[in-house]
Structure formats: structure tokens, C-alpha cells
């Protein structure tokens, strides 16, 4: 039987729910794919699995971080260059893109790439053809592209640094991880997972975590995501093997959470006496959100703390798709 590409995205909550769902669809077809998230959300765990759930599993995989490709050699690596095309071009060297014929490259930070490079990549999104340095012929090949980026590419693009036209291009179907602190009941989950793992991993007793640890740790906010939430469990398999974890083994940072309760935390809307129609409260904050993004349907979902589906779904439930 067949194992399930996505099983390793670890969560039961709504939002992850919704990108999966999405991934699923969208690894069947050869469509572009702009992965967004804060930096630790599982961008490149989420790329292989729409690569091992598509028609390509069984070609190459290739994961490039274009923010640590030198400047100078950028073009070179991801296009391939010819023998004598530069200085120290020593032999002719294929590319990455052309070493992911047939399967799937993906562009983590891909709003790391100079302009230049990001035209060359555009004409290749568009046609499928690349040229190598040196070359004066183009290429034909088929890769897929599988793009990653925790900034706000609407932003850049505004500010000059993207391109507007590969931004279109790469817009085409995007998903967006949520950060974990939107996803507070999958926290125990992966706790007592990433736990396990890394107990097998160094062959070592699991700790155990109190409930008031767990507690602890559902209200930190996690800056860096599942990453952080993985490094932490790796830290206390190694320094507390087969104990208990109790709050006072934590951190200073998870520590000093605040804990007050829903009732002491700072109220941001005041609630009227004589109550809301929270569904009328919701379709004026969904036009707000688009009001402010002009129109843009990814933005909007970021400013309202929804992913681009949920924000599709609520806007044809109060027929705002329009």
C-alpha cells in the first residue's frame, strides 16, 4: 500500500487541513506552486510531499535556498553554463534546472533572487526553455517549478525588488502554511512526536511532559514555528532522558509567558451590551481586509489571520466573491 505523501505535516487543525487538501489537488497537475509561511512553518517538508504525491515521484527532487547562492554564480547553477563561458568555466556544466528534467525544483527564498534571474526564470516558467551561460541556443526541458518565500512578495514587488510579472506567474496556485501559534491544539501532537523521534534517533528513554508543562508550552507563541518546537524536543530528549519535564525545565522564554487568563487578557473589542451579529461583524472585516489589500485576496487573508482558502470560502458564503 502506498504511503501517504503528506503524513509527516503533523496537525489536526482546520488551517493545516486546508492547505493539505489543496496540496492534494494541486500535486496531480503540472501547475506552478507558491508555498507561503513564516520561516520554520514545514515549507520544504510541504513541497516533497506534493512532489511525492504527483505524477514525478519517482524523478528528481531537488531543493536549492536561493539566498545562499553567491550573486555571481546564481545564473550559472540554476541555468548551467558552457566551457569557457567565464573565468574558471573550466567544463561545460549543466544546471539545476536542467538536472531536474521530468521532476521537481524547488526555490526556497525564492525572493532572494536578483532581478536578472528572476527574468531568465520567468522566460522559462513561460516557454520552458532555458539558456546556459556561454549558449547562444535555448533548451527545452520539463521541470516543474515548486517556489517557497516567507516575505511578502506583493511588498516587494511594490518596492521594486520582485518582479511583478513572474510574481503573476508564480501566484498561480498559492498555499499558505500557518504559523504554530495559530495551530495551539496540534502543539501537543507534535510535541509528543518530534518527542519519540528524537529519542529513537539517539536510541534514548522518551521524557514525559506534566500537563502543566504541555499547558506552558500550548501558550508560548513559538516564533520560529515547528522548527523551534522540533530543536526544543531534540534539547530535551538529550539533557532529560526518560524524566519528567516539569515547567521548571523549561527555557526562561517559555517560562515567562505570560499565563493570565482569558478574562485578564487585554481586550481588543469591546463586546456591546446588547450583544452582535457576529456574521454581519465578519463580512464587514472581510471587506475591510480587501479594501486595505486592493482587492488582494492573499494579503487580505494574512491581515485577517486566515489562509487564502478559508478567506475564498467565507467570501462566496456571504457572496463577497463577486
Not at 506552486?33 to 527532487?61: C, D, M, N, P, Y
Not at 545564473?75 to 521532476?103: I, M, Y
Amino acid at each position: 500500500m502506498m504511503s501517504d505523501a503528506f503524513a509527516h505535516l503533523l496537525g489536526h487543525s482546520a488551517l493545516l487541513a486546508t492547505v493539505i487538501r489543496a496540496a492534494r489537488i494541486v500535486a496531480l497537475t503540472d501547475a506552478t506552486v507558491l508555498i507561503l509561511g513564516e520561516s520554520g512553518t514545514g515549507k520544504e517538508l510541504l513541497a516533497r510531499a506534493i512532489h511525492q504525491h504527483s505524477l514525478r515521484a519517482k524523478q528528481a527532487f531537488i531543493p536549492v535556498n536561493c539566498a545562499a547562492l553567491p550573486n555571481t554564480l546564481a545564473e550559472s547553477l540554476l541555468f548551467g553554463h558552457r566551457k569557457g563561458a567565464f573565468t574558471g568555466a573550466v567544463d561545460t556544466q549543466q544546471g539545476l534546472l536542467q538536472a531536474a528534467d521530468k521532476g521537481t525544483l524547488f526555490l526556497d527564498e525564492l525572493g532572494e533572487l536578483s532581478l536578472e534571474i528572476q527574468s531568465k526564470l520567468l522566460r522559462f516558467l513561460e516557454t520552458g526553455e532555458i539558456q546556459c551561460v556561454g549558449n547562444t541556443q535555448f533548451e527545452q526541458i520539463n521541470t516543474r517549478i515548486i517556489a517557497a518565500t516567507n516575505q511578502n512578495l506583493a511588498e516587494a514587488v511594490q518596492a521594486g525588488r520582485f518582479r511583478q510579472d513572474l510574481f503573476y506567474r508564480l501566484n498561480i496556485v498559492p498555499l499558505e502554511l500557518p504559523p504554530l501559534r495559530q495551530r495551539v491544539d496540534d502543539v501537543e501532537l507534535l510535541l509528543n512526536t518530534l518527542t519519540q523521534q528524537m529519542s529513537k534517533k539517539y536510541n534514548t528513554a522518551s521524557p514525559n511532559y506534566t500537563k502543566t508543562t504541555i499547558k506552558q508550552l500550548k501558550r508560548y507563541t513559538w516564533p520560529g514555528n515547528v522548527r523551534e518546537l522540533r530543536n526544543f524536543c531534540e534539547r530535551m530528549v538529550i539533557f532529560h532522558t526518560g524524566e519528567e519535564i516539569t515547567p521548571q525545565c523549561l527555557p526562561p522564554e517559555m517560562v515567562n509567558t505570560p499565563t493570565e487568563s482569558l478574562l485578564d487578557t487585554p481586550i481588543v473589542f469591546q463586546l456591546p451590551e446588547q450583544g452582535i451579529q457576529l456574521e454581519e461583524v465578519e463580512r464587514v472585516f472581510i471587506q475591510q481586509a480587501l479594501l486595505k489589500s486592493a482587492g488582494n485576496r492573499s494579503q487580505a487573508a494574512r491581515l485577517l489571520g486566515l489562509s487564502r482558502d478559508t478567506l475564498l470560502y467565507r467570501m462566496k458564503k456571504y457572496a463577497l466573491d463577486g
